[in-house]
Structures are given as C-alpha cells and as structure tokens.
C-alpha cells in the first residue's frame, strides 16, 4: 500500500461521494461476531485497513473469514473453542483488539488479550472495562502487557462508569449478553455504534433494551444464533467530506449517511457559513462566500465528536477571525497543529485548548500524517493549499477512510 499522498491543492469539489460503512461499528461486530454459532454476514463493512487487521486477528484465533462477490465479509468461527489469547504483534497495531476482551469472555469465559496499539492520541486505559467485566464475575490480572481474565462465578450485575467510555460499554455488552441474569449499564455511551452492536446482538437473539441512553439493560441468554446484518455508514467519513465541500469552496452531495447521527457537525458547519441541507439523497453541502469562526468543545455522543475535531481546525485555520476548540476527551489530538502550521496555519495550543487565528492562505508543504483523523484533516487543508502538499505516513488514512483517493479524484481533486 502507497505510503505518501500527494495532493494538488487549489480545485473545488464537485459531485456526489457515497459513504462506506461505520469503521467503528465494523470493528466491534467483528468482534461480536464470535458470540455466535454458526456463519455470521457482515454487509457494508469498510475494506480499510483496520479491518483488515481485525480479519487476521479472526483468522489467528482460529475463525474462518472470507470476502464474498457482493463485497460483504464471512466470519465463521470453529465448533469449539476459539484460541483464547490474542497475538501482540497483531493487536499493537490496532486499538480495537482489546473488544476481543469481552467478546471471548462471553464466548467461553477465559481470555489473554494483548493490551492494545493505535493511534497515539491520548491516553485509552482499560480500567473502566475490567471494572464492568470484575462485577459481572471475571478475575482479571495484568502481566507482561496481557490482560488475564477468568470468569468464575459469572452472574449479571449493575455498573456504572465513571466516564461513558465507547469501548468499555462495548465490552460489557458483549460480555454480558451471555451472562446468566440481568445486567444494567449505567452512564453508558450512548454513541450510533454502540446501538449498531445492541441491534446487531438482538438480531441474533440477545436481550438488550435501552441502547442509545445512558442506562442499558441486559438480559443474558444461553445461545446466540448468527445471520446477516448491515453496519450503519460511517458518520466520521461524512462528515469529512461535508467539510471537504465548504474548505474548498465547492459543492457535494454526501449519500449513505443517517442525518442524525451528524447533526452536531451539521451545526458547527452551518454557523461557518456553509450551506447545509438534508435531502431524499443525503446530506448537500455548499461553500459559504467566507468561512466564519466558530468555537467547538468535543464531548461524548450527542456532543461534537472528537474524531471531528483535526477535520475541523483545518476548516477554520482559514476563518475569517478567532476560533477556540477545547478537546475534552483525548489529550492528545493536538498534534495536527504542528503540521498545519508547517502550511501557514496560526495555531496557538494551551493545554487542552486551541486558539485558531484564520489566515487567508494556506501552501502546499511535506507533512506528515500523526494518526488517522489528522490525517484526513492534512487532506482537507491540501486540498485549499496553493501549490502541491505531500502527506507522509499516509497509511493512517487509509486505516479509517475506504478508497479516498479515488473518491476525492471522482469528485474533481488532484490526488496521487
């Protein structure tokens, strides 16, 4: 896979862009696949990078996958037991492999899982998970970078998470759903992908009510049966490409979206003068005359979402005045400043704020991709910049956002 991302900057975009699936979501029921008896079919999963990682983590456990003709992906797992511990050189490279935690927990309640990699964006402890796996019964220990977990004497339990955590929530629902009694999570996320999961787990069987609020209910249940189910589209993906349309002054019809879940980048995009309009298709973006400043605070799902953030600071690098973003979620996602700047951009970062000074150009340079979501946002920019900008370490894009350079050239962009 090309590693560098060359992009000519100074072209509006134009056209219509159909959003893959959830990333997110795509990872998780991968995962939650196992669970299962029988051959589970995953429709509209992303071929990404991550997802490829997550593949082979099946395959190393000793589950069958396979990419069928319609482009869905087969996950069957073997009659018995899968392998319970999870390689490292595997999991380092991505950091959803610690929801195989839960997932081989609640398939045969004993798990080694190697603690996880990722993108370097802050810091992602596991203790919110191994505090809801301990009260729903499991003996956990941590050695030589492994998780050690044994579930003993499992029973439902009632756990509240002292912070909404994605993946923890993740972890106990898979955990849980094959846990004999009742169990209830309490602050969970309420995030669209965490809904994916409960349907996803429901349509195989599962007893889960209460998925998209703050307290879910689990009733657990011997046996989960597999089948066929679509993953919702990814709303990161969109709404990049929404900001495509107002950073380079063009026009897109983004399709495959559910409007809902991008209603808080909607808002941030309208108050930068973008016209934004939901219709039969999708979502229509177009350029306003002047990009506005606005001031963002991420937060958990409804809040504005921290993947949003890098695509966001690019979008107001060329405001029109003073922009403030707080993150408050990971304290490393930040490190996009250093590499806007190396384009022109008046970042000034305090902690975990900040203070965005639009300027009127941005130019082309060599920069480098630090994670996924800045490198999507390194895009963005280059696709304003004047002149040409290399994206090194492109292969973080390429983890989260299926075929962007063909869809930004189909949409009128210079890219190779």
């Known amino acids: 896979m090309q590693d ?6 100074g072209h509006p975009l134009h056209g219509r862009v159909r959003v893959s699936g959830a990333k997110n979501a ?91 990699g990722g993108c370097d ?18 003996d956990i220990s941590i050695e ?31 955990m849980a759903v094959k846990t004999p009694g009742t169990s209830i999570i309490e602050n969970a996320a309420k995030e669209p992908e965490i809904v994916d999961l409960a349907n996803f787990l429901n349509s195989m069987g599962a007893k889960i009510r209460g998925a998209g609020t703050d307290i879910i209910k689990i009733d657990g249940v011997p046996k989960l049966k597999a089948g066929r189910y679509a993953i919702i589209p990814d709303r990161i993906e969109a709404g990049t490409y929404m900001i495509a349309a107002a950073i380079s002054g063009g026009e897109i019809e983004v399709e495959n979206v559910i409007p809902t879940h991008l209603h808080p980048v909607v808002a941030k995009l309208q108050e930068t ?50 922009s403030v973003i707080v993150e408050n979620v990971f304290e490393n996602r930040f490190q996009i400043v250093d590499e806007l700047k190396r384009m022109g951009a008046n970042i000034k970062v305090e902690g975990h704020t900040a203070v965005v000074e639009g300027v009127q150009t941005l130019y082309g340079a ?9 490198g999507a946002a390194l895009v963005l920019a280059a696709l304003v910049a004047r002149g040409e900008t290399v994206i090194e370490d492109a292969i973080h894009i390429f983890r989260g956002y299926e075929d962007i350079p063909r869809k930004l050239s189909m949409l009128g962009a210079r890219v190779k």
């Open 4 to 9: 560098t991302l060359c992009i000519e900057g």
């Open 26 to 116: 795509g990872l998780v029921l991968m995962a939650a696949s196992i669970l299962a008896d029988g051959e589970t079919i995953l429709d509209n999963i992303p071929r990404i990078r991550d997802v490829e990682v997550m593949t082979q983590l099946l395959n190393d456990i000793g589950v069958d996958t396979c990419w069928n003709d319609d482009n869905s992906l087969s996950i069957c797992p073997p009659p018995g037991n899968v392998k319970n511990y999870t390689s490292y050189d595997l999991a380092k490279m991505l950091r959803a492999s610690n929801l195989f935690l839960g997932a081989i927990l609640g398939r045969q309640g004993e798990a080694i899982i190697s603690l996880p």
């Open 121 to 138: 964006i802050g810091s992602r402890p596991m203790d919110l998970h191994i505090k809801g796996l301990q009260a729903l019964g499991t």
């Open 144 to 174: 030589h970078g492994y998780i050690f977990a044994r579930a003993n004497q499992s029973c439902g339990a009632r756990i509240y998470l002292d912070f909404p955590s994605v993946g923890a929530t993740e972890n106990i629902l898979m």
């Open 273 to 322: 003068g973008a016209f934004v309009q939901e219709n039969d298709q999708g979502i229509l973006v177009r350029a306003g005359e002047q990009i506005l400043p606005v001031d963002i605070k991420t937060l958990p799902y409804p809040g504005f979402p921290t993947d949003m953030q890098s695509q966001m600071i690019a979008l107001l690098s060329l405001a029109r005045g003073s």
């Open 366 to 374: 060599r920069v480098k991709a630090t994670d996924l979501r800045a």
